[in-house]
């Protein structure tokens, strides 16, 4: 049984010609060595013809790679690349043949040195397969190659347009690594282009589930490398820190310890960089947990100082760690977020100065309910004006309460109650004091009859 590919239908094979494609096959290579390729193939299309009509799909199928591979053999790829579409248009053209033969035209992309000729039977290959689902993978893997001959040529912009083309995501017949392997390339080609957008939809395509396998860890790798730059790229560090650590937590980056200190470097120096939130509080005090950090005492303290609630003074900051973290020590190397020569380090350090003062302006709101405008400069080392606008920010994202008096120079960190308000709460606070009373009352009753039933027992052993 053969299934045509014009049709869709079942059709049943009426005559074999096994026999007769293995005797006239040789006979046609022949011809063509000896100069006669039209000849040949004018044959054996006789023949193929035949085999199409009776079904036989797999006769059909050697005879489309015998001309592929004749016209390959005497150096004539005008006529390979003729012959490749002609005969995929033929009528009642079976898939399987088609297939087959499209698998031997890339064979000889793989056997030629040459890129022209290379170039030309790819673009053969690709109008064959174009539009057709059996042979998407091929189509696949062609336009892959196609890809990277371009960006050889330094071709970026059009590398990166083939490659997009594909509907990768829906080939259902492509293994799921090689697919996961063909996103991430259309990922790192958008970004070779700076078209961030494309990426971002493009990542959104890849399942991380994928990665819990331990076979696919360098794709893992590579996968999270490609989100930290195009996050980088979009300033959110909150996203590249969660990208570090899904790269800290590989068990490859786990088993060298340089490579783990490296990533683990880059994570708290991205964490600190995020802006405030539950997720960024949440994550600093689970990493301040890390054992690891022992073993970088500049990252662990540069960590602590975020995590404690204190204000942490820029000045004496940037004297105790400033070296450390933008050239690094001896003992340890700095990692590129905040070098000076990387391209984004002395941005990156100013947003850490930022960072820096929304902390200390936190910290302020935690302890102090009034404070004059001009105490919280001088504590912040900074003129009235900046002080305003980073409280003006971090109100406007509600992470503090305040409200600026500026005639009378005063910033209140608490929200004013009214009278209802402050009346519930001293009677629950009231409500909650008694029921503390009772309970010690009863405990200390408790104890009393526990202490008296034990002299009780003493007294009378000693009667006896």
């Known amino acids: 049984m053969a299934m045509s590919s014009a049709e869709g239908k079942l059709i049943k094979m009426e005559v074999d ?23 040949a193939i004018d044959e054996l299309l006789i023949i193929e013809k035949q085999c199409r009509q009776s079904g036989d799909a797999i006769s059909s199928g050697k005879l489309l790679c015998g001309i592929v591979t004749m016209c390959a053999a005497v150096g004539n790829f005008d006529k390979l690349t003729e012959m490749m579409i002609t005969l995929s248009k033929r009528r009642s053209q079976f898939k399987q043949a088609i297939t087959a033969m499209v698998q031997e035209g890339m064979r000889v992309v793989e056997a030629v040195p040459d890129k022209a000729v290379q170039l030309k039977v790819i673009e053969a290959i690709r109008t064959v397969t174009e539009g057709k689902i059996y042979v998407e993978v091929e189509r696949a893997r062609i336009t892959y190659k196609l890809a990277i001959m371009l960006e050889g040529e330094g071709k970026i912009q059009e590398s990166a347009e083939v490659l997009q083309d594909l509907q990768i995501e829906t080939f259902g017949s492509m293994d799921r690594r090689e697919k996961v392997e063909m996103l991430l390339e259309q990922m790192r080609l958008c970004l070779a282009k700076k078209d961030y957008i494309r990426t971002q939809i493009i990542s959104r395509k890849i399942s991380t589930r994928f990665f819990d396998d331990e076979a696919n860890q360098d794709l893992k790798l590579k996968y999270y490398k490609l989100m930290i730059e195009l996050d980088e790229h979009d300033e959110k560090y909150i996203s590249v820190a969660r990208h570090y650590n899904a790269i800290y937590t590989t068990k490859k980056v786990q ?3 340089v490579d783990s200190l490296q990533a683990l470097q ?23 947990l890390e054992k690891k950090l022992d073993d970088i005492p500049v990252y662990k303290k540069f960590l602590k100082l975020f995590v404690t609630a204190e204000v942490i003074q820029w000045t004496v900051f940037a004297a105790e760690l400033e070296g450390p973290l933008r050239k690094g020590t001896p ?8 070098q000076p020569d990387a391209t984004d ?59 600026i008096d500026r005639p009378e120079g005063t910033i209140v960190f608490r929200p004013q109650k009214n009278v209802n308000a402050t009346l519930d709460e001293w009677a629950g606070n009231v409500s909650k004091l008694m029921e503390m009373i009772n309970q010690t009352n009863h405990l200390i009753n408790k104890e009393e009859m526990v202490y008296g039933m034990e002299h009780a027992v003493a007294a009378t052993g000693d009667r006896e």
């Open 255 to 257: 088993e060298s310890q």
């Open 331 to 338: 003992a340890l190397p700095a990692v590129y977020v905040f």
């Open 266 to 288: 880059c994570m708290i120096s991205y964490l600190l960089l995020a802006p405030y939130d539950n997720e960024q509080s949440d994550m600093m005090h689970r990493l301040s």
């Open 345 to 403: 380090g002395p941005k990156r350090w100013e947003h850490l100065r930022q960072r820096v003062i929304e902390h200390n302006i936190r910290i302020m709101a935690l302890y102090y309910a009034k404070i004059s405008v001009n105490r919280l400069s001088q504590l912040l080392s900074l003129d009235s004006f900046e002080a305003e606008e980073y409280i003006g920010k971090l109100v406007t994202k509600r992470t503090i309460f305040a409200r």
């Open 17 to 39: 010609y096994a026999d007769t494609v293995a005797t006239q096959l040789p006979k046609a290579e022949q011809m063509a060595k000896a100069g006669k390729l039209t000849e």
